[in-house]
């Protein structure tokens, strides 16, 4: 069993040998219950490193950070591997390119729609120059997205991701002369050997479009895998390599002809789902090496590419988390991890509401005063770097990345159980279990609803909504199963509900949504709004569509009357609620059971229901809403009620109901930031137990997944531990009564300060529109006291696993 500690856990000092050999870093859990060993040396990036540029001649590396906190350019020296300036940008995204005499960098300026100029002297970069396309969001909704300079014409060629257009601009004047509009959200742009053409990926079209620079038209479109996004072109300009992010591909086409000649399948075994998120490419010095950087397998795959049209496998490079960019100079590859090295405790996390002591006044914050920091941006990239390796170390290499992935695919097709047992070991198997209920909430840890409860690992100092507020789901623990070792995929609730109902999110909500996170703009487009956000074979409801398995949704991506996805028209309960924090959740139970009546009056129920009971995100301090403990409490009772209600129902004998968070952003966690609440209540769990496996989003999926008879959706489902030890054969029909609030779940915030003031403004009609570290102060000074400083997250490493031996060439 793998189960997690607390402590500080260092990463290996990695060293190079005579600048030949690399060594190995500790291995590394991760909450997904994947794990790292990075190979190589390594330096700090900043949040969210997306794209790497080298100069003409090598001797500067450009990295744009495009993180939910600061986001900066930074400058290294490519050679010497140091950092020789850093700067703050105020919105980037993606786009770099240098002039051939490298003293220029032009960089995107994301929602402020426009190109920064920056001047490269003296090893510093100096604003020197700005391109403005557009007005800066919400005005206009342009983003700059990949660029390219072509030093012949003294033009500069950018491509977009909200108005997907390709922009032509002139260097002389420093104005754009051409706009050119796209059919789908563009990712990169790449200027042909010969300078006549651009290729431009559609990352939102599943092609790449082809340009006529002296026709000014688009010439061709080459239809490639899902979310085509880096492109490369091979020396000879005859070979461009397309990485498919949707697809674990790399389409390889022919220049001449604009012909796919092959697809390079990058994932770690054959005909695996979603997952590995191909996104970045770099050729060797020779051009016969191909690197692919996978972010979710967490390593490079090397193709050998030297025969066109007979391109090889030749293993994989364990690298740092999710990986989004690769480079190689000389002998020498540089990979920009997006999420640095590893996962971390938050102790001291943001924390809403404190106890009270006897008198009921609140507990002063005698902490010192620290930089808050916030899952959202806490996990910072790295480069590491390290030489190209020969045959039988790269063979040495490949077999670390297939110990650090869970993924195989005799676990895709027949996943961990024991015979007899409700949860099936793959699809088609029968179940006693026939209805399936599944209840996402929002953004609350472990610790801080869960931490009091002796029989599990928490921290009672961090629970803040303890039994007295969630008397339900405390009952529902004890009564059912307590799991303490449960972990979210995501970080917000943009990747959340994402993760929540695909199992997956895509390199679009990868990428994007640290930006609206960080308050620069762009659109909340995570539940079913924009295609591109969608995987290539949709969510659980798309699943069930094709097994023929009936499924309703209550809120999750449907509101308002309508529903988000085409394969959720007349699936959907009409007059249930979205996210809306001014409607109680007891509220939502009682549309959920008037719906569940008239369906079970005529034996009707769906085999999969997905509800959306999402008031424990809290309104703040937001003068009229809501207050904090009531919101949390009438999530509570919410929960309760519904689960009593199926209980004592004529199919409670066939039902299983799984509830988790879609993400622990709210909250603090002494074990790890990911670390989160889930409840399984059925007549078939073991109860009054306790269960320390490590679970995750994913593995809950797959336990439904298995019951439902669906395949895995990704390589995290397929990957992911299924929650089948919580079962037993023999099932206690003895039905839940729910229990009464023991607060005013009516209470609303009535005081009018600094904080109400605050909270006035937020935008609470949506999930995550409000910056959250704002809201977590909001709430804390709220019951602390207007002067009370709310105490910044002490972060520790996730579990070490064991220590890898240097590996030698």
């Not at 074979?537 to 699943?543: M, R």
């Not at 229901?609 to 937001?622: E, F, K, P, V, Y």
């Not at 209980?647 to 074990?671: C, R, Y």
Request: glycine share 6%.
């Amino acid at each position: 069993m793998k189960k997690l500690i607390l402590g500080l856990v260092v990463l290996a000092v990695l060293r190079v040998n005579a600048q030949q050999a690399d060594t190995i870093g500790k291995r590394l859990l991760l909450p997904n219950g994947w794990s790292l060993t990075p190979v190589g040396h390594s330096l700090p990036l900043g949040d969210l490193p997306l794209n790497m540029v080298l100069s003409p001649s090598g001797k500067y590396l450009a990295v744009t950070n495009n993180g939910q906190s600061r986001q900066t350019i930074q400058l290294i020296d490519a050679r010497k591997e140091q950092l020789l300036d850093e700067v703050t940008i105020p919105k980037s995204w993606l786009g770099l390119a240098f002039s051939k005499d490298e003293k220029k960098l032009y960089a995107s300026g994301a929602n402020d729609n426009v190109i920064w100029q920056y001047a490269v002297t003296g090893n510093k970069l100096q604003v020197t120059d700005s391109i403005r396309l557009g007005l800066a969001w919400p005005k206009e909704k342009i983003c700059p997205t990949g660029m390219i300079l072509d030093d012949s014409r003294n033009r500069l060629y950018v491509v977009t991701k909200e108005d997907n257009s390709l922009y032509i601009i002139d260097l002389q004047q420093n104005k754009v002369t051409g706009h050119i509009p796209l059919t789908a959200e563009a990712y990169t742009v790449v200027l042909s050997k010969d300078r006549s053409s651009l290729y431009i990926s559609l990352w939102g079209g599943d092609a790449v479009a082809v340009f006529d620079i002296v026709s000014q038209k688009i010439i061709h479109t080459i239809k490639t895998g899902s979310h085509p996004n880096e492109m490369i072109l091979s020396a000879n300009g005859k070979y461009l390599y397309v990485a498919n992010a949707n697809d674990n591909s790399v389409s390889v086409i022919r220049t001449a002809d604009h012909k796919v000649t092959e697809s390079l399948q990058t994932a770690l075994y054959p005909d695996a789902p979603a997952g590995s998120t191909t996104n970045g490419l770099a050729l060797s010095a020779n051009n016969r090496q191909l690197y692919i950087a996978n972010a979710d397998n967490n390593c490079l795959a090397v193709f050998d590419v030297s025969t066109p049209g007979k391109s090889r496998s030749k293993g994989f490079i364990p690298v740092g988390w999710y990986p989004t960019c690769v480079r190689v100079l000389g002998k020498k590859v540089l990979v920009a991890n997006g999420k640095g090295f590893t996962s971390m405790a938050n102790p001291d996390g943001p924390n809403p509401i404190s106890k009270k002591d006897e008198s009921g006044s609140h507990e002063a914050n005698t902490r010192k005063d620290r930089p808050v920091q916030y899952i959202a941006g806490l996990f910072k990239g790295s480069l590491s770097v390290f030489n190209e390796p020969g045959d039988a170390l790269l063979s040495r290499w490949s077999a670390l990345v297939y110990e650090n992935t869970p993924y195989t695919k005799a676990k895709e097709h027949t996943a961990a159980g024991e015979a007899g047992n409700p949860i099936p070991r793959s699809a088609g198997e029968k179940s006693p279990i026939r209805y399936v209920f599944y209840i996402i909430k929002e953004n609350r840890t472990y610790d801080q609803v869960l931490g009091d409860m002796p029989a599990g690992n928490g921290d009672s100092s961090l629970c803040i909504f303890p039994e007295r507020i969630t008397p339900n789901q405390h009952r529902l623990s004890r009564d059912f199963v307590l799991l303490d070792n449960f972990y979210v995929d995501a970080e917000v609730s943009a990747d959340g509900h994402n993760w929540s109902m695909a199992a997956y999110a895509t390199d679009y909500v990868e990428k994007t949504w640290p930006t609206s996170y960080g308050g620069r703009g762009g659109t909340y487009d995570y539940e079913g709004s924009r295609k591109i956000a969608y995987p290539k074979k949709g969510f659980i409801w798309d699943y069930c569509s094709r097994a023929g398995v009936s499924y309703r949704t209550y809120g999750e991506f449907a509101g308002k009357g309508k529903a988000t996805l085409k394969s959720l028209e007349s699936h959907f309960c009409t007059n249930y609620p979205s996210f809306d924090l001014s409607i109680q959740d007891v509220a939502r139970q009682q549309i959920w059971q008037h719906d569940f009546d008239s369906l079970l009056a005529i034996d009707a129920v769906p085999h999969f229901n997905s509800i959306r009971l999402g008031n424990d995100h809290t309104s703040g301090m937001r003068k009229g809403a809501y207050s904090p403990y009531a919101a949390v409490a009438d999530n509570d009772l919410a929960v309760g009620q519904l689960v009593d209600y199926i209980s004592h129902s004529k199919i409670w004998k066939e039902s299983a109901i799984f509830i988790l968070e879609d993400d622990a952003q709210n909250g603090p966690d002494h074990v790890d930031a990911h670390r989160s609440t889930a409840y399984v209540i059925s007549p078939y769990i073991k109860r009054k137990s306790v269960n320390h496996t490590m679970y995750s989003t994913a593995g809950m999926l797959r336990t439904m997944e298995l019951i439902l008879g669906l395949p895995a959706m990704s390589q995290y489902d397929a990957a992911a531990n299924p929650m089948w030890e919580l079962f037993t054969a023999t099932p206690d029909l003895s039905p839940y009564t729910a229990l009464p609030a023991q607060v005013d779940i009516h209470e609303r915030n009535m005081v009018w300060n600094e904080s109400a003031r605050r909270s006035a403004g937020f935008d609470l009609a949506h999930e995550d529109r409000v910056p959250d570290l704002e809201l977590n102060e909001v709430v804390w000074k709220a019951v602390h006291g207007e002067q009370a400083v709310m105490p910044a997250p002490r972060r520790s490493a996730f579990v070490k696993l064991q220590e890898a031996e240097d590996d030698d060439d």
